[in-house]
């Protein structure tokens, strides 16, 4: 498999911490998205949005597009070690937390919005500071909300094995401590949560600061 | 079934249409969005994140949330019809089409985020507009640059059966004909499909424009 991502991309963290937890080695494409690569020629074959993670299946075919898609196809075609739980309430009350990132906080917080808040509305960047640490903190509250009062939760965000909520609550985690210095006081389940992800070669190696980009940015 | 929603909320159309789809009857119970109701204390018992929608199971216990995690859940639970190809495959790329809708252009334009940027950033009626218009418009572009192009587009999104992704498409649709009076002209076969599944008592039926909340506004 080929990965199309950037080391800066919070989706691209998703897959790969997922593909290391299934123990799936990829090749992987550095797509700068600093540099706007994404919209070239090139990789708009790849995928036609002009945004990462792309994955490319060793069968060929079109590449797998949208983490949260590849999170579940990686999922059905190699369940172990599992990611979602097995009954259909408790793989509902996953995949909602793991949607409370995906589709809530990290959409507000991409290069394309980013950039939008800069040329088309002017916006200091102060202001777009203020955006992206207000967003990335709403949904770690939410996930909060729920984390801190439900019988499901444990050592993980369900349970007291990894599934693909603490993937997602992981890359907001990243979003705010790492990216837009977010005051994560107010989510301690959230952060104890992460922290416990940490302590996983998978979270910690994927981690965006620890690739070579990181470095050389 | 009881299932927490608002007449004009996207999330809450798509679970309608795929309930319809699936032949489940729900009691309907609408928080006013327009009101604020969702930040009332007896719905944060519902839903902590104060959203629509949430699915309250006859068996009780926590109510579901996340509109996408709630159409898995119903799928999962009541296969036929299935909303799902049966190939991981193509369930990546129905996944992958729905999630441009859920994940991208959608959470964009949800109340919070417009009374963030008329509130917080002072941003004119007109500027609001122009960006609801623009990203419902972009996840349109987004998918039509999917399925103009990809042999798996057939009468709907994903061959000749409706898929989640048409759901997601169509509340996109929705939002840009509808709400933000967005310029379609450059996503034609989106507007195909969605013009299809309006051909459908599940999709019409479901039409926010269609519901008694509407007629009173």
Known sequence: MKLYGFWRSLATYRVKVALALKGIRVDEVSIDLLKGKQHEQD???VNPQAVVPALVLDEGGPPL????AILEYLEETKPQPPLLPKDPRGRARVRGLAL????DGHPLVVPRIRSFLEKEFQLSEEKRNQWLAHWTLKSLEAMESHLKNEKETGRYAHGDTVTLADICLAGQCVAATAYFKADVAGVPTVMRIYNECMKLD???DAHPMHQPGAQAH
Chains 1, 2 share one sequence.
């Open 65 to 68: 597009f949208q983490s949260m």
């Open 100 to 103: 409370i990132g995906v589709a």
């Open 202 to 204: 998978a979270f910690k």
């Open 43 to 45: 990789y708009l074959k």
